[in-house]
T-cell receptor
Framework: SQTIHQWPATLVQPVGSPLSLECTVEGTSNPNLYWYRQAAGRGLQLLFYSVGIGQISSEVPQNLSASRPQDRQFILSSKKLLLSDSGFYLC???????????FGQGTRLTVV | QKEVEQNSGPLSVPEGAIASLNCTYSDRGSQSFFWYRQYSGKSPELIMFIYSNGDKEDGRFTAQLNKASQYVSLLIRDSQPSDSATYLCAVYTGNQFYFGTGTSLTVIP
């Protein structure tokens, strides 16, 4: 069966510090991968999605970036965090773009 | 106009009752529709998906899709306290999923 791992579960970072969140999927090949952010009391906002290695589509211009160095690995990064980057970050995968997406456990990021 | 809209609630129902959650979407070309459940502090988990007009049943859950009216609903029969959560409606349109802000459901024992 397929599983998705996302870490860390919680993170407190100072403003201006770098960020690296990692997500890996097991049990499937060539998954579509997504990064979402959920701010308090708000809906899920798609940040990036990837249909293959090295292929990244950005939905929201910001100081975040994403990379897919391996088929089942998706990384979310920032060089300098802002207070507004605080939120619940979720990695997800799907077999095909229009099929259901399955979420990792999420990372709660607090920028102080 | 938001792509996906849901009543934020909170919706309260007594244990054993039917909970009805509704969602409307703006793009008539939307292809697939999903309901996720999210407990406080946790990630969303898939409950149901539906692609065609009509009803789809899975245990205590029934998803209903009406493409002409552009709405999708979720019925939860015999509601249990463990069903208390936020329910997210998601619609696949164009090349991405759009999520509603969710409806908070409380099942009162």
């Amino acid at each position: 069966s397929q599983t998705i791992h996302q870490w860390p579960a919680t993170l407190v970072q100072p403003v201006g510090s770098p960020l690296s969140l990692e997500c890996t999927v097991e049990g499937t090949s060539n998954p579509n991968l997504y990064w979402y952010r959920q701010a308090a009391g708000r809906g899920l906002q798609l940040l990036f999605y990837s249909v293959g290695i090295g292929q990244i589509s950005s939905e929201v211009p910001q100081n975040l970036s994403a990379s897919r160095p391996q088929d089942r690995q998706f990384i979310l990064s920032s060089k300098k965090l802002l207070l507004s980057d605080s939120g619940f970050y979720l990695c997800a995968w799907s077999v095909l773009l229009w099929l259901e997406a399955f979420f990792g456990q999420g990372t709660r990021l607090t920028v102080v | 106009q938001k792509e996906v809209e849901q009543n934020s609630g909170p919706l309260s129902v007594p244990e054993g009752a039917i909970a009805s959650l509704n969602c409307t979407y703006s793009d008539r070309g939307s292809q697939s529709f999903f309901w996720y459940r999210q407990y406080s502090g946790k990630s969303p988990e898939l409950i149901m998906f539906i692609y065609s007009n009509g009803d789809k049943e899975d245990g205590r859950f029934t998803a209903q899709l009406n493409k002409a009216s552009q709405y999708v609903s979720l019925l939860i029969r015999d509601s249990q306290p463990s069903d208390s959560a936020t329910y997210l409606c998601a619609v696949y349109t164009g090349n991405q999923f759009y999520f509603g802000t969710g409806t908070s459901l409380t099942v009162i024992p």
